[in-house]
């Protein structure tokens, strides 16, 4: 069984950085899509970013693209999310995703789904 947990959140003011970790425990991420979401009060879950199996393919929601950068390191059964120039729209609880099948979407049909992260822009 595959248990994702999410770190590295917290308050940034705008402009500023984060990296959110999503680490597996019991289960390596070697055959494993990884999809990033956030959901902000009031509005629905939205699929930011994703990461294929193998980490040759990415793909980015225009939200978020050219400021966010996807990575995997299945040795450490991680993956991050680089968070750059950080804006107060993109305030929200973010959550990390698995999929067994392997394939980048930014769909919500992830199987496994850690349990979410506080991310806060504001000055």
């Known amino acids: 069984q595959l248990h994702l947990v999410e770190s590295g959140g917290g308050l940034v003011q705008p402009g500023g950085s984060l990296r959110l970790s999503c680490q597996s425990f019991g289960v390596t991420l070697d055959d494993y899509a990884i999809g990033w979401f956030r959901q902000a009060p009031g509005k629905e879950r939205e699929g930011i970013s994703c990461?294929?199996?193998?980490?040759?393919?990415?793909n980015y929601a225009d939200s978020v693209r050219g400021r966010f950068t996807i990575s995997k390191d299945n040795a450490k059964s991680t993956a991050y999310l680089q968070m750059n120039s950080l804006k107060s729209e993109d305030t929200a609880e973010y959550y990390c995703a698995a999929d067994a099948l392997g394939y980048c979407s930014l769909s919500a049909m992830y199987d496994y789904w850690g349990q979410g992260i506080q991310v806060t822009v504001s000055s």
């Open positions: 990461i294929s199996a193998s980490g040759f393919t990415t």
